[in-house]
């Protein structure tokens, strides 16, 4: 049967926090606070050169070409139209964040932008979801093919997501939150940050140690 994420955090988070922040172990652990993070007052409606620069601590690389539309040519643009609509205390489990996130919504538009691969600015879902959670930290989770598997590779994650961390007056978020304290991370570092670490954490190795297609441990999460 599926774990629920309620019980993996009480039981896995402390570990795989405090492990995935012990000094020089990886470099995701300065994604959020580098420059002071990407959703603060200077550029949180724009790409910044930072933001290009602070994905890279998440093991990806947005194209130099891709990079120099964001920061100066239509793509930046239509970007921060899309950020400008999304206040950055927006946060997922919450309030009026079901919205943001539905299909149409500011966020899944500026998505849909940057994941486009049909045209020259596309940069795919992964690194697409990367750069937004540096711009909205609260409300776009940083999701890849490793957390992802756990799910089951789930259509409208963010809304399943937001459904998870609303559940029960906010049980989960409530128990992220406590996790972040036990370890003493700085809050900057989202909830659902903390959510993503102890997921990627606890499923890396045996991910790609076995065929990520074939991985015996998919859909080992419920969502």
């Known amino acids: 049967m599926p774990e629920t994420l309620i019980d993996i955090a009480r039981r896995e988070g402390v570990g795989h926090l405090g492990a995935y922040f012990m000094p ?4 995701g652990q300065w ?16 790409i910044a050169v930072d933001d290009l620069y602070a994905v890279e601590a998440l093991n990806v690389q ?22 400008r609509e ?29 994941n486009n691969r049909n045209e020259k600015a596309g940069i795919g879902w992964v690194i697409a979801g990367k750069l937004l959670a540096r711009k909205r930290p609260k409300l ?10 756990q799910f089951g590779a789930p259509k409208h994650v963010w809304l399943k997501l937001h459904d998870q961390l609303a559940k029960n007056d906010g049980e989960l978020r409530a128990a992220l939150a406590e996790v972040r304290a036990t370890v ?16 990627w954490r ?12 074939t991985c015996p441990q998919r859909s080992c999460v419920a969502l």
Do not use: M
């Open 24 to 27: 020089r172990a990886y470099t």
């Open 31 to 46: 994604f959020e606070t580098f420059t002071g993070g990407g959703d603060r007052v200077e550029t949180r409606d724009r």
């Open 62 to 83: 947005i194209p130099f070409a891709v990079g120099k539309e964001l920061l100066d040519g239509q793509l930046g643009r239509d970007i921060s139209a899309r950020l």
């Open 86 to 114: 999304i206040p950055t205390d927006a946060e997922l489990g919450t309030g009026s964040a079901r919205e943001l996130i539905v299909d149409g919504g500011h966020a899944d538009q500026a998505w849909q932008l940057l």
């Open 140 to 149: 776009i989770p940083v999701y890849d093919s490793i957390v992802s598997c």
């Open 184 to 199: 003493g991370v700085d809050d900057k570092v989202s909830i659902l940050r903390v959510l993503d670490i102890v997921l």
């Open 202 to 213: 606890r499923h890396v190795k045996e991910h790609w140690r076995d065929k990520p297609t």
